[in-house]
């Protein structure tokens, strides 16, 4: 302290200690509720779907095709309509995103334009999904001609989630620390040696996590795959990308659309399988997360 | 120090952004010899040790002017490719940073990437050795390197230097993240490799400064203010700022 100048003291204080806890306690009820409010709006949701939807699952209902006949109809063509699309979806946004974000991160100089592009990747991911749709109209199923086909819904999807990826991507090679990449430089790695044997592999669970969560997020897509005409009635398996495709989340739509009751029922059906099916994606991300995590 | 030149520089300076960090610096570091550069926090002395394995090349906002020459040849020169020079002049960190993989990959990395001909299995049993770390991870060369001490994954980082068959190393205040038992260790190591290799220290410790170089050279807000036998350094310093630093009066 310094010599002469006297300690503050004789300052009047009012702690109001009760009223500072009380509105603490005040917040942290409100809190709660938010969550209570959450949690008990997503159980209602749930209950009521696993209500009218469990009836229906039925192996059968799984392996045959959709029907007019809600007896008779299943949810086949949309199950393997939705596998192939992720597939491709997964296989065109997975490169393409981890390539961006690793030309992002490690080689784009810091300049105006690499912030430019950073920002509009982050507000790409904004965009909402109809748009994508209208441009994979456009793009892929007329001036491609690629038609209605599974290629034409997996590239309009993977432009949806392209953005997610590269900045999940972008995200965990940032966090891998330069401590790692200098340890590879100073014995003579190059910037493409030092990338592969330790900036992805340090970098690849949150990579992968990242994928994952993008791809739930494509599965569950209905808008955009509607826009580019994905039909809504499929009576045969696909066999090949430029075969005409239903998803899940359309045969759903379709059948919510249905003026029968019946069809109700099936629609609950097929969302707790695609419930189910993303639930299962996003359990998968949490557990490579956690696998991998040190 | 009349031995032959390793490193040199004539000029340097290096700029982040406005902020001069390094200001015409010259200096000579002759083979064989433990260089310790000592001064202040952020006197630039870890700067001027990434100039000479160009580590500075990855900070976009640094800017060098000035020459820094490796046995006479301009390191900076466009002929020369910065991942040829940082196999010639080693590095080891403030930080231990082993990969986090085996004690053996740790080593066998550095050998694969620069195509090493012969057994990598011997070469990292050398290395070790050489680091004297060979006795206590022996019989656990898969283990994970992050398992390691802090003093022991530093070691491992020298013998992963010295797997590539360096003549330099830098050595970033390598002791200044250990306890004192793992840092008598780091400087025994030191000593055990004087001789065979031109070894520059960064250190803020002007006891290991005295204990462990043949030269220092006091670097104090970007400028080396004197560069000596350590010895006479530490007895006679000419410059009054250099003799308030290592009194502890400045710093």
Redesign the interface.
């Known amino acids: 302290m310094n010599p002469g100048a006297a300690p503050p003291r004789g300052g009047r204080f009012e702690p109001r200690v009760a009223a500072r806890r009380r509105a603490g306690v005040r917040f942290k009820w409100l809190c709660r509720f938010a969550v209570a409010f959450a949690v008990a709006s997503l159980l209602v949701l749930l209950v009521h779907i696993l209500a009218t939807g469990l009836p229906t699952l039925s192996p059968d209902f799984l392996v045959t095709f959709p029907s007019r006949f809600p007896d008779r109809a299943g949810i086949r063509s949309a199950i393997l309509g939705s596998l192939w699309l992720l597939t491709l979806v997964a296989a065109m946004s997975f490169p393409l995103g981890v390539g961006a974000a690793v030309y992002l991160e490690e080689y784009a100089?810091?300049n105006r334009l690499t912030n430019l592009l950073q920002t509009n990747i982050a507000n790409l991911a904004g965009v909402p999904s109809i748009v994508y749709g209208l441009l994979g109209l456009a793009v892929f199923v007329r001036f491609l001609s690629l038609e209605r086909s599974l290629l034409a819904g997996a590239a309009t999807l993977s432009l949806l989630v392209l953005p997610l990826v590269i900045i999940a991507a972008r995200e965990a090679i940032r966090a891998v620390?330069d401590?790692?990449?200098?340890?590879?430089?100073?014995?003579?790695?190059?910037r493409w040696?030092a990338i592969r044997?330790?900036v992805l592999p340090?970098a690849l669970p949150g990579i992968l996590s990242g994928t994952i969560l993008a791809l739930s997020r494509a599965g569950g897509e209905t808008a955009p795959l509607l826009i580019i005409g994905a039909l809504t009635f499929i009576a045969f398996d696909p066999v090949s990308v430029m075969d005409p495709f239903t998803v899940l989340p359309i045969q759903i739509f379709n059948w919510t659309a249905d003026p029968r009751e019946e069809f109700h029922a099936l629609a609950a059906g097929a969302i707790v399988v695609l419930l189910g099916v993303l639930l299962l994606m996003n359990a998968a991300a949490i557990l490579i997360r956690n696998r991998y995590e040190? | 120090m009349s031995s032959n030149t390793v490193l040199e520089t004539v000029g340097l300076s290096v700029r982040y952004g406005e902020t001069r960090v390094i200001d015409d610096v010259s200096l000579r570091i002759p083979e064989n010899r433990v260089v310790a550069f000592i001064g202040p926090s952020g006197c630039g002395k870890s700067t001027l040790l990434r100039c000479f394995?160009r580590?500075n090349d990855?900070v976009?906002a640094a800017r060098i002017t000035g020459q820094v020459l490796f046995r006479g040849r301009d390191l900076y020169g466009a002929e020369v490719d910065p991942?040829?020079v940082?196999?010639s002049i080693?590095?080891v960190?403030q930080?231990p940073?082993?990969?986090?993989k085996s004690i053996f990959e740790n080593i066998a990395?550095?050998l694969r990437?620069?195509g090493f001909q012969d057994d990598i299995g011997d070469r990292v049993e050398a290395s070790l050795r050489a680091a004297s770390l060979w006795d206590e991870v022996s019989h656990r060369l898969d283990a994970d390197a992050?398992g390691l001490s802090a003093g022991q994954q530093q070691r491992l980082?020298i013998a992963?230097?010295l797997a590539?068959e360096p003549e330099v190393l830098l050595m970033d205040e390598p002791a200044s993240a250990l306890d004192p038992i793992a840092t008598g260790r780091i400087e025994d190591l030191i000593g055990d490799l004087r001789g065979d290799y031109t070894i520059v220290v960064v250190t803020h410790n002007m006891q290991q400064a005295a204990r462990i170089s043949d030269d220092t050279a006091f670097l104090y807000m970007g400028e080396l203010l004197e560069y000596k036998e350590t010895q006479r350094l530490f007895t006679n310093p000419e410059d009054e700022r250099t003799e308030a630093y290592i009194t502890g009066r400045l710093g």
């Open positions: 100089p810091r620390p401590s790692l990449r200098e340890a590879a430089y100073a014995l003579g790695a190059t040696q044997h330790h340090a040190r | 394995n580590l990855f976009p991942a040829d940082r196999r080693g590095m960190f930080k940073n082993p990969f986090p990395f550095g990437i620069n992050l980082c992963r230097a590539v």
